[in-house]
C-alpha cells in the first residue's frame, strides 16, 4: 500500500486560518516558537530565524521519501492577524501522523484544539484512514487536544510517548 499524494490547503474555522507553510512565515514563526518553555517534552533549543527559514526551505520541498508526504500549516488568528503556531501531518501508508505546537502567549485559549480539529476532519476527507499522535504521558494539554479531536491512546509507546489513535 502506497500513500496518497497530498497537497496542503487553507483550511477556515470560526477564528483560525491553517495557511500552508511558506518560507515566508519563518521570521514571525521564529518569534512565536522562540520560549523554550515549548520544547519541555521535545526538547531541543528554539531556532533562530535564519535556522527556521533553511528548516522551512527543507520542508516545503517535500519528503525526499516519495513513499511520505509532508503536510505542513502555519495557524493564524484571524481576530488578531497573527501567527500563533503550527500545525502539521506526515502521510504514509501507515496514515497521518498529526503534530501541533502553540506558542506560550496563545496557549490556553483553544487554538490548539480548534486547529487539530479542523486537520483531523480535513484528513478524514482525504484518502487517509489511520491519523496518529505521538504524546509524551505528562503532556496532559496535548493529550487534551488529541481527545478533543478523537484520538484514543493506545498500550503502544514509540520513543517514550504513547500512540494516540483515531480510525476513519
Do not use: K
Request: with cysteine; hydrophobic share 45%.
Amino acid at each position: 500500500m502506497t500513500a496518497p499524494r497530498l497537497e496542503a490547503q487553507a483550511i477556515a474555522t470560526a477564528r483560525l486560518d491553517l495557511l500552508p507553510l511558506l518560507v515566508e512565515h519563518a521570521g514571525e514563526m521564529a518569534q512565536v516558537l522562540a520560549d523554550p518553555a515549548l520544547r519541555t517534552f521535545i526538547g531541543g533549543s528554539p531556532d533562530t530565524p535564519e535556522a527556521l527559514r533553511t528548516r522551512y526551505q527543507r520542508m516545503t520541498a517535500g519528503s525526499p521519501d516519495l513513499a511520505v508526504t509532508w503536510l505542513n500549516w502555519v495557524i493564524r488568528l484571524r481576530d488578531e492577524d497573527c501567527l500563533t503556531g503550527t500545525v502539521q501531518a506526515t502521510v504514509s501508508a501507515a496514515g497521518a501522523e498529526v503534530a501541533w505546537v502553540v506558542g506560550t502567549p496563545w496557549q490556553g485559549r483553544g487554538i490548539a484544539t480548534e486547529a487539530t480539529q479542523a486537520l483531523v476532519a480535513w484528513l478524514e476527507r482525504q484518502p487517509v484512514t489511520v491519523v496518529f499522535a505521538h504524546i509524551h504521558p505528562g503532556h496532559r494539554a496535548s493529550a487534551a487536544v488529541a481527545t478533543a479531536a478523537g484520538l484514543t491512546p493506545t498500550d503502544e509507546w514509540h520513543d517514550g510517548e504513547i500512540r494516540w489513535l483515531r480510525i476513519f
